[in-house]
């Protein structure tokens, strides 16, 4: 038997500028996916005009998006990563080197390093089921390392 569940996962959370101690991400959303870690091709493939198949691999980000309940501190704590990092008219640019540390329930790790946030939203949006829409931050990353599982013995 496999055990899927993911009650209990987190995100730790450091920002080389914003946040060097770091803070832990659990108040993830409801109606959206917690963190979402997509697919990333490794590999791209053509045929050249003999029909032969050609495959060359380059270098991808790994991007993650994360999403959180507004107003909670984790959404105000991301929110000041945004801040510090979005690009304006006589403002300083932070220059955060993030790096993302996941737990699992079953004891497996994901680290996320060498990384920036991406794309945020600079506010609060009002959905229409009469809520407010839960807040997403999106990131990426040069590196990635994981740590599986104990085995059961």
Do not use: W
């Not at 309940?69 to 991301?78: A, F, K, Q, R």
């Not at 991406?118 to 839960?134: D, L, Q, W």
């Amino acid at each position: 038997m496999h055990d899927v569940s993911a009650i209990g996962v987190a995100l730790r959370c450091t920002a080389s500028v914003s946040f060097p101690s770091g803070f832990t991400v659990t108040a993830f959303a409801d109606d959206a996916d917690p963190f979402d870690l997509p697919a990333i091709d490794i590999a791209t493939p053509a045929m050249n005009v003999n029909g032969d198949l050609v495959v060359f691999s380059a270098p991808v980000p790994v991007t993650i998006t994360l999403n959180v309940i507004p107003g909670s501190e984790d959404d105000e704590n991301l929110s000041v990563i945004f801040d510090a990092n979005r690009p304006g008219k006589n403002k300083r640019h932070a220059g955060d080197v993030i790096t993302l540390v996941g737990t699992y329930p079953d004891g497996s790790t994901i680290t996320l390093s060498e990384g920036k946030m991406t794309n945020g939203m600079p506010g609060s949006s009002a959905a229409s089921a009469g809520r407010i829409k839960s807040k997403a931050y999106a990131f990426a990353f040069q590196n990635i390392a994981r740590t599986r599982a104990a085995s059961a013995a």
